[in-house]
């Protein structure tokens, strides 16, 4: 672990931890293959989550940390999810249905200030609200990834875009930079999506 910490460069006063570095790669390489539908996108979302849990849990971002925790369980569960839908032609492309827009917005408003308000009083969090907003979002739109929802590239869009000022305030600026690319990805990955087989809205 000391030795994954260490600089793997630095720049302009600010070290980049080898840590840091292999998480940012293997993300990246998550969202082009979650774009493409392939199923190895689940096992490299389980490897970058378990390096970057490590990284958050070091700077103290203990709600990212613990996202990080969910989502390795949450890759088992939507390899599984893609690989069943796959072998028995089931799980396409669809579009979310009212109850499901009710599940997401409502978990989000629910969750968030609720997790904030945990990490507040029973952790040395710096920033537990903005820590929050973005852990509970993320749980939301992985839950909507794992189901082929085509909307939940525009959660992603959400929540990348308030995970760059998270990061911003903790100069985690490698994880910026993969952030802020997220942006477009996530736009991107809207549109390859939408074009791909889907089936109708519920």
Do not use: C
């Given at each position: ?10 720049l ?109 009083h ?19 739109a ?5 189901r ?55």
């Amino acid at each position: 672990m000391d030795a994954l910490l260490q600089p793997a460069w630095t720049l302009v006063g600010t070290p980049f931890t080898w840590l840091e570095l292999l998480a940012f790669l293997l993300s990246i390489a998550m969202v082009l293959a979650n774009m493409r539908q392939w199923l190895v996108g689940w096992p490299l979302a389980a490897a970058s989550s378990l390096l970057y849990g490590l990284l958050f849990f070091h700077g103290q971002l203990y709600g990212e940390a613990a996202l990080q925790l969910f989502f390795v369980a949450m890759a088992i569960w939507g390899f599984l999810q893609w690989w069943q839908g796959r072998a028995q032609s089931t799980l396409t492309v669809r579009r979310m249905a009212p109850t499901a827009w009710a599940w997401s917005l409502g978990s989000i408003a629910v969750g968030a200030p609720l997790l904030g308000w945990v990490l507040d009083h029973y952790t040395d969090s710096p920033l537990p609200y903005w820590d929050a907003v973005p852990t509970v979002a993320s749980v939301v739109a992985t839950v909507q990834l794992g189901r082929k929802y085509l909307e939940n590239w525009g959660f992603w869009v959400a929540v990348n875009a308030v995970s760059v000022i998270l990061f911003s305030l903790r100069a985690y600026w490698l994880t910026v930079l993969l952030y802020a690319a997220f942006i477009p990805l996530s736009v991107l990955g809207w549109r390859a999506w939408a074009r791909a087989p889907r089936m109708p809205r519920p």
